[in-house]
Each structure stands twice: as C-alpha cells, then as structure tokens.
Nanobody, 121 residues
Framework: QVQLVESGGGLVQPGGSLRLSCAAS????????MGWYRQAPGKQRELVAA???????NYADSVKGRFTIFRDNAKNTVYLQMNSLKPEDTAVYYC???????????????WGQGTQVTVSS
C-alpha cells in the first residue's frame, strides 16, 4: 500500500514563504508525474503545479514566478516552494500522483490528506 503524506502548511503573513513536502511511502519502484492541487472554501480543486518523472514542470498562471515545484526521486518526495504568498493562496493543498509502480503492482491517481495554508495578517 502506498501513502502520500503532506507537511509544511501553516499560517503565514502576506509576502511570506512556505515549503510544502509530500512523501510517498511503501514498497515503491517508481513514481510518474506528481502535482500539487489546492481547494479554497467554496471553490473547485485546481492544479497549482506539476512535475514529470523527468523533471518537466508546469504551473497555474496565478502562481508562476512565485511557486516552484521540485522532486527528490531518491526520497520519493515532491516539494512546493511558495514565495510572495498572497491571501488568495489560502487553501488546503493536496499532493497527487497519477501512477506509482510498486513491487506488487501499479496504483493510479493517489492523493494525500491535504495540508492547510493560510495567508493572513
């Protein structure tokens, strides 16, 4: 069984920074693309940033130039560095991967439990 566990959320003032981490645990052989999504109250979940197994990235227009996604394949971990945070970045942030190959089979569309990010003065 593979689990995604996020950490690093919290309360930060506008203009501040946070780094989110998402670690995959289990008998993992390889992880395909990984991404960060967020969902604010009353809104749909949206893609924030994604990274392929080869390191190619894409970002939502609203976070380009402020957020950076990167991964450490040796640690099965993806990160989201968030700088110049704005109140509108407030949301629950979720980690996702579309495919994980394990020693006993392949798992698809896995999600973490979410971590709250609140940007407020």
């Amino acid at each position: 069984q593979v689990q995604l566990v996020e950490s690093g959320g919290g309360l930060v003032q506008p203009g501040g920074s946070l780094r989110l981490s998402c670690a995959a645990s289990g008998s993992i052989f390889s992880i395909n693309a990984m991404g960060w999504y967020r969902q604010a109250p009353g809104k749909q979940r949206e893609l924030v940033a994604a990274i392929t197994s080869g390191g190619s990235t894409n970002y939502a227009d609203s976070v380009k130039g402020r957020f950076t996604i990167f991964r450490d394949n040796a640690k099965n971990t993806v990160y989201l560095q968030m700088n110049s945070l704005k109140p509108e970045d407030t949301a629950v942030y979720y980690c996702n991967t579309d495919r994980v190959r394990t020693l006993v089979g392949t798992m698809y569309d896995l999600w973490g439990q979410g971590t709250q990010v609140t940007v407020s003065s």
